[in-house]
Nanobody
Framework: QVQLVESGGGLVQPGGSLRLSCVGS????????MAWYRQAPGKEREWVAS????????AYVDSVKGRFTISRDNAKNTVYLQMNNLKPDDTAVYYC?????WGQGTQVTVSS
């Protein structure tokens, strides 16, 4: 069955960086687009970034453009989200998604 397992979350100060990872299994990893979403307390889940199967094309929500980078290593069945210059508003549970499946999420907290 399809499984997506996120890691890499944590507590970071404003201006800091984190790299999230999502390992996929149970499907041909190199084919589908993959995406990162986030959900802050009391808010709806929000799309953050997407990447095509080849890794050539990416897209971002405006609030993270220039700060976050999505990438993938199909040989490792892993998609990444590099997050730089983090802000308190980036605090959320971050989810990996593919083929209508979701991971369990990883908490990112940006606070001084």
């Amino acid at each position: 069955q399809v499984q997506l397992v996120e890691s890499g979350g944590g507590l970071v100060q404003p201006g800091g960086s984190l790299r999230l990872s999502c390992v996929g299994s149970g499907f041909t990893f190199s084919i589908p687009d993959m995406a990162w979403y986030r959900q802050a307390p009391g808010k709806e889940r929000e799309w953050v970034a997407s990447i095509t199967g080849s890794g050539i094309t990416t897209a971002y929500v405006d609030s993270v453009k220039g700060r976050f980078t999505i990438s993938r290593d199909n040989a490792k069945n892993t998609v990444y989200l590099q997050m730089n210059n983090l802000k308190p508003d980036d605090t959320a549970v971050y989810y990996c998604a593919a083929l209508a499946f979701w991971g369990q999420g990883t908490q990112v907290t940006v606070s001084s």
